[in-house]
């Protein structure tokens, strides 16, 4: 099972560009790159998925060097409603979501 | 069309009594899976089904715990003798296929579970 490790919050304002970089260092090579999203009180929400180089999508970017051991959610233009926290995963047994990100966006 | 939906959304239950948790996934989706998560923690992941059959039931914490599946559709997620330390929310995903980082999951809105 390959360990993630994310910074455990971050803060930003408003129409600022949030990078949340993940480390892992025991990635497989079958193991695609996954962020979900997760408001308070609600279950967690699908953002990106990636396996190298780079995924673009309506919300986000993911970067993923050609090592794969670390991976970077690129978050453009925050607005107070990407408060939240941001899960990094990787493998495909036992899934855990660790503790995530914490970003707190604010005016 | 309907996401995933669970029941109830809120149980208050006594010590040493027994839960039923439900969850209805999104239709067609052959994957289902149950996590928890406890207040200020991540998602702990507990079970998945492909179809109805469990193919990986070692995240079950202990053997108080068990869920089954049923004509590929509704899940059932069973606690029994609750215990304090099992009050979290227990949260439900399904996918199409279980390829976990391959797929999309969907989330229900979770179940909060109070042991008192």
């Known amino acids: 099972l390959a360990k993630t490790t994310q910074p455990i919050s971050m803060d930003s304002y408003e129409g600022q560009e949030v990078n949340i970089t993940c480390s892992h260092n025991n990635i497989a090579t079958n193991d695609y790159i996954t962020w979900y999203q997760q408001f308070p009180s609600q279950g967690p929400r699908f953002i990106i998925q990636g396996y190298k180089t780079k995924v673009t999508n309506e919300v986000a970017s993911l970067f993923i060097p050609a090592d794969r051991k670390s991976s970077t959610l690129s978050l453009p233009r925050v607005s107070l409603s990407d408060t939240a926290v941001y899960y990094c995963?990787?493998?495909?047994?036992?899934?855990?979501f660790g503790k995530g990100t914490m970003l707190l966006v604010s005016p | 069309g309907a996401g995933v939906s669970q029941s109830p959304s809120n149980k208050v239950t006594e010590k040493g009594k027994d839960v039923e948790l439900r969850c209805d996934p999104i239709?067609?989706?052959?994957?289902l899976y149950w996590y928890r998560q406890r207040l200020g923690q991540g998602l702990e992941f507990l079970i998945y089904?492909?179809?109805?059959?469990?193919?990986?039931k070692s995240g079950l914490p202990s053997d108080r715990f068990s869920a089954e599946r049923t004509g590929e559709s509704v899940s059932t997620l069973t606690i029994q003798r609750t215990q304090q330390e099992d009050s979290a929310v227990y949260l439900c995903?399904?996918?199409?296929?279980?390829?976990?980082?391959?797929?999309?999951?969907?989330f229900g809105p979770g179940t909060r579970l109070t042991v008192t």
């Open positions: 995963l990787v493998g495909y047994s036992t899934l855990t």
């Open positions: 239709s067609g989706h052959t994957a």
């Open positions: 089904f492909q179809g109805n059959s469990a193919p990986d």
């Open positions: 995903a399904s996918s199409l296929d279980t390829g976990f980082l391959s797929y999309e999951q969907y």
